[in-house]
């Protein structure tokens, strides 16, 4: 049976912040993606059917592209979409460090507030993935803890950090 990946986090922000942080682009190129990386917003539709298609910075390297498909939006409850690497047009591409990545996986965000508290809980999983691919995405967990876990640690200090 399929496993999603799932990370979980608490903000001690309303879901308003917190919803904003995630929907707005000035917001989100300053806290979406790996860490030691600078996201640049190319195009953001928060739509079913819309994308957000953004360009990766890192030093010393060439710039590598993401893009969201959004499938699904309930404003301040819930996201979901198939994020993939892209190219500078938005197309889908295969990830730079392996042909065995899955081209696209689902991400499944959840929202919800109690207290003046937002929690954040976000799933993952390969759709339209071949056995290998699952097997990639299956044995790559550590390494997605680590990196939505820095994302989500970026946007705890963009959340702490002035408002815009």
Partial sequence: ?????????????PL???????TEAERLQQWWGP???KVEVKRLELR???FFHYAMHFAGAPVMWGRFNYREIVPQQRI?????FANEHCG???????PACPLEIENTVVFSEQDGVTTVSLSAIPFGETAPEYQ??????PSLQQGYGGTFDQLEAHLRGPAL
Avoid: H
């Fill in 136 to 141: 990639f995405f299956d044995e790559l967990r």
């Fill in 1 to 13: 049976m399929k496993q999603a990946f799932t990370i979980t986090r608490q903000y001690p922000q």
């Fill in 35 to 37: 860490q030691g990386c």
């Fill in 48 to 50: 079913p059917g819309g």
């Fill in 16 to 22: 308003a912040t917190v919803w904003q942080a995630w």
């Fill in 92 to 98: 889908i591409e295969r990830a730079p460090f392996s």
């Fill in 80 to 84: 979901v979409w198939l994020n993939s």
